[in-house]
């Protein structure tokens, strides 16, 4: 049974965009902190960025002022707008959600210098 869903990911080039978004069902999306992880060849998961229900939000220090996370609690669905990416952003992209420490399967985002 798949929980999270990710979409949007792709092969850009270097200063371009993309915009992930990650479904979930409501009885997950509800009151639950979600965020996005990556992992690239070879290294460990890492955090990208988290909100809160309330729309907090916290970002690694890689990706802020590129990355923004937002959520639509009307749609259960949280989104990562990648700007300005770059190649070292090239990785497998997952959304994650706290509570219950689910995972989704992951998108590719590819990104050519």
């Known amino acids: 049974q798949v929980q999270l869903v990710e979409s949007g990911g792709g092969l850009v080039q270097a200063g371009g965009s993309l915009r992930l978004s990650c479904a979930a069902s409501?009885?997950?999306?509800?009151?639950?902190?979600m965020g996005w992880y990556r992992q690239a060849p070879g290294k460990q998961r890492e955090l990208v960025a988290i909100i809160t229900n309330g729309g907090t939000t916290n970002y690694a220090d890689s990706v802020k002022g590129r990355f923004t996370i937002s959520r639509d609690n009307a749609k259960n669905t949280v989104y990562l707008q990648m700007n300005s990416l770059k190649p070292a952003d090239t990785a497998l992209y997952y959304c994650?959600?706290?509570?219950?420490?689910?995972w989704g399967r992951g998108t590719q985002v590819t990104v050519s210098s």
């Open positions: 994650y959600a706290r509570l219950g420490d689910i």
């Open positions: 409501r009885s997950i999306f509800s009151s639950n902190t």
